[in-house]
């Protein structure tokens, strides 16, 4: 993980952070879109789409600016990036947060994209080299006026029912992938496992569960062995074209937004030094 670093004052630090990072946001879409005309790419347009959208990009370039922000050596501000996180996805335009979280992929380009959405080096991992038990973030969870009940809200929206040929209920998709969505930012933040897949799983096992093996298996099949929860997230494509047709064609093109952004922001000492500092940091994450 590359970190950057502004001097002066706090307020001005995090104008230029804000700046640059929507700046690079707008590049990466602008980049990618001619890209993705060789090779199809459904994360790539969910990222123009959230680019296109006002409120989509403001949230989503605070998360980014706040989850590759600096902390401790060899740390990262986990809590404001998972806050920020929480945000996006509560304030966010559902259908275009939903579009990146869930975008279905055919190949491991698309798919890695996907799994690195919300920087997931800080949000996701660590901070050890290998996950914890599952117990830690559980018990954190189940003390937490904020992932309690939403990890509550996930078991009953993504029940598996076994007379259903999916795992899901008529219906019972959408709000299974609602419930998920609000598991990201909190104790038990779940992530794609790989790119070879669209498995989840929280950052945790079970190998040292003690005499709670049991209770940690459970929960861990909550997501690894969730016929309801693997069958709404491969099949979210079945409403995907209409969402960023209309969304993109309802939005100007991101090289104008680009320039607009440019210029307003021109006055601001700086901006340009901490947006190629951001450029490192961001190769990480797209």
Do not use: K
């Not at 914890?132 to 973030?137: E, N, R």
């Not at 693997?230 to 995907?240: L, Y």
Request: hydrophobic share 35%; with cysteine; aromatic share 6%.
């Amino acid at each position: 993980m590359t970190y950057f670093w502004c001097a002066g004052s706090s307020l001005l630090c995090r104008e230029l952070s804000r700046v640059a990072v929507g700046r690079l946001l707008l590049l990466r879409s602008i980049g990618s879109r001619s890209r993705s005309s060789v090779a199809p790419n459904p994360c790539v347009d969910a990222a123009d789409a959230c680019t296109a959208d006002e409120r989509c990009h403001r949230l989503r370039t605070a998360y980014v600016a706040q989850c590759l922000g600096r902390a401790a050596p060899g740390g990262c501000p986990r809590a404001r990036c998972r806050r920020a996180l929480r945000h996006f996805f509560a304030r966010g335009p559902p259908a275009l947060t939903h579009a990146l979280l869930f975008c279905p992929c055919g190949g491991p380009a698309c798919a890695e994209r996907r799994r690195q959405t919300f920087v997931p080096s800080c949000a996701f991992s660590g901070p050890g080299p290998a996950p914890p038990s599952c117990l830690g973030p559980l018990d954190a969870c189940e003390h937490s006026r904020i992932c309690r009940p939403r990890l509550l809200a996930f078991q009953a929206s993504c029940a598996t029912i076994a007379s259903s040929p999916d795992g899901c209920l008529r219906d019972q998709a959408p709000s299974c992938l609602r419930a998920y969505a609000g598991l990201v930012g909190t104790a038990i933040t779940p992530n794609y496992v790989d790119n070879a897949s669209a498995r989840v799983e929280p950052w945790c096992d079970c190998r040292a569960s003690g005499n709670r093996r049991e209770e940690c298996e459970v929960f861990r099949g909550l997501f690894t062995r969730n016929r309801c929860l693997e069958s709404a997230i491969q099949t979210f494509d079945g409403g995907w074209p209409p969402i960023l047709r209309n969304q993109l064609d309802s939005h100007q093109d991101p090289e104008q937004s680009l320039l607009q952004v440019s210029t307003a922001d021109a006055p601001l000492e700086g901006s340009s030094l901490l947006s190629m500092l951001l450029v490192l940091a961001l190769q990480s994450l797209f």
